[in-house]
């Protein structure tokens, strides 16, 4: 094993040293293939279910499922992936463009394959600020008929799905940075009640799915993540049904919060679940082999820390694969965030996942 690790340095430097000198204008972007390509043999799902999580999962969205079989193969194995969530197909813009019509036909297909795959199913999002249908967000509604559009919401979509749903992210991005309520058309014509109402609609619909309230930069301490505790016991406290707390965990390279695992076992003595969410890891491109270095020591930490705390049920990847990550459009000059490269290969940031189901 040793000698043979040698030898394919070796052989790396020399392929290095070649590509160098031969194409010296290409620069630090295209070294070698070996360098960068994943070395486990383990399957990532296995692996977690074997730390005693649920699953490893990937977000994933229908144009991929039905443009890319090598794509859908590779999501389809289920020792590599034991989980899907919709990106889109499930948020109010998809399923109540206008009010009352509901389309549920890009769901259907992603929980049909997850169900045809053996695959946990978690369901995202019903209350959230963002890819919301201007008919609700511009529409003026008083706060009786917003309550009562946005009750019809979560109970017509979580009780299409009843049964179906491991967990649902009911309530999505409720804080500012801060650690105040978000300004959304719900908070400002509901007031704060307005999750409460979303969190008991969501019970009413399906009474076995988990509920969650998702967020990001609450990952590490801080006020967002303190607001969180607060919210969450708060609503413990008042008997309004809430069993999850989804770290989203889009992080940037080389700053993973040194707090996660403590903010999670913040969380957790809640007496509730957390769930990483939607994992990706960003870097400056281009990438460099110290870059996915960093990376596979990143994805490590995130993994160990939800491995090492009982109550986090498992990881979700925000696309496992960099050829459709929703990075590259949002964050000018970012990219490679996740664990499978452009031509849907395993990067060294499997191996890292690998290393923190196993810790
Ligand atoms: C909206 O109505 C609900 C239910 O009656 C109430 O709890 C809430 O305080 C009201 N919000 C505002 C802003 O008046």
Known sequence: MKSFVVQSTFVSLLAWITLTVALPQVGSGTVTAKARAATSTARSNTVAQAAGKLYFGSATDNPFLNEDATYKAILSDNTLFGQLSPENAMKWDATEPEQGVFTFTNGDAIV????????????????????????????GFDNATLISVMQNHVSTVIGHYKGQIDGWDVVNEPFNDDGTLASNVFFETIGPTYIDLALQAARAADPNAKLYINDFNIEGEGAKATAMVNLVSDLKSRGIPIDGIGLESHFILGEIPTTLQAQMEAFTALGVEVAVTELDIRMTLPETDALLAQQQTDYQTVVSACTAVADCVGVTVWEYTDKYSWVPSTFAGQGDADPWDENLEMKPAYDGIIAGFSS
Request: charged share 5%.
């Open 112 to 139: 049909a394959l997850a169900q045809a795959n053996g695959q946990i199913m978690r369901g995202h999002n019903t209350v959230w600020g963002s890819q919301l249908p201007s008919w609700v967000s511009d529409s």
